[in-house]
């Protein structure tokens, strides 16, 4: 299964490199990744590094600024096989159109239907059954338990967060 890992936004001098903005918390987790996919392309790294919080590829093939100006916006994919993640980690695939629950009381909010990453913490939007869009940010007072292979996330509202 490929997933987004992030977006092409320049070329990086003259030999054909790419800037990415990456969509991972740290843009080193890349660095692992020997291939990418672009535009339904399979792209192979050359060589990649991170500068100035984005990432440097160089991809076989490309060589000129002219051919790495032709991938600029494009958004890069890689299969989720080539990441080895922590017990605790997941990818925002992974979560979107999962059920919310209360930990205490069993409520169901609704499921995740996407993942605002603020910077500070990520905020989960949530779509109850009656249209109701609720905001949950992903932080430990909040997100008690994250149970992937079973699509359910419980948490446990702060005080007012759902107050109208």
Not at 134 to 151: G, K
Request: aromatic residues 8%.
């Amino acid at each position: 299964m490929l997933i987004e890992t992030g977006k092409i936004v320049n070329t990086h001098g003259i030999h054909g490199d790419v800037k990415v903005v990456s969509w991972s918390k740290d843009p080193e987790t890349l660095l692992a990744v020997g291939k990418f996919y672009i535009d339904g392309a399979e792209y192979t790294v050359e060589k990649s590094r991170v500068h100035k919080g984005s990432l440097l590829i160089k991809f076989t093939g490309i060589r000129d600024m002219t051919s790495a100006e032709r991938l600029k916006n494009k958004v890069l994919y890689a299969d989720r096989d080539d990441f080895i993640l922590e017990e605790s980690e997941y990818f925002i695939e992974d979560i979107i159109g999962m059920t919310v629950l209360d930990i205490d009381t069993g409520k169901n909010y609704g499921k995740i239907f996407n993942v605002i990453q603020t910077g500070a913490n990520d905020v989960y939007e949530i779509r109850g059954e009656d249209g109701t869009e609720r905001l949950i940010p992903a932080i430990a007072d909040c997100v008690i338990e994250t149970d992937v292979s079973n699509s359910v996330m419980k948490i446990r509202p702060l005080e007012g967060l759902f107050d109208i």
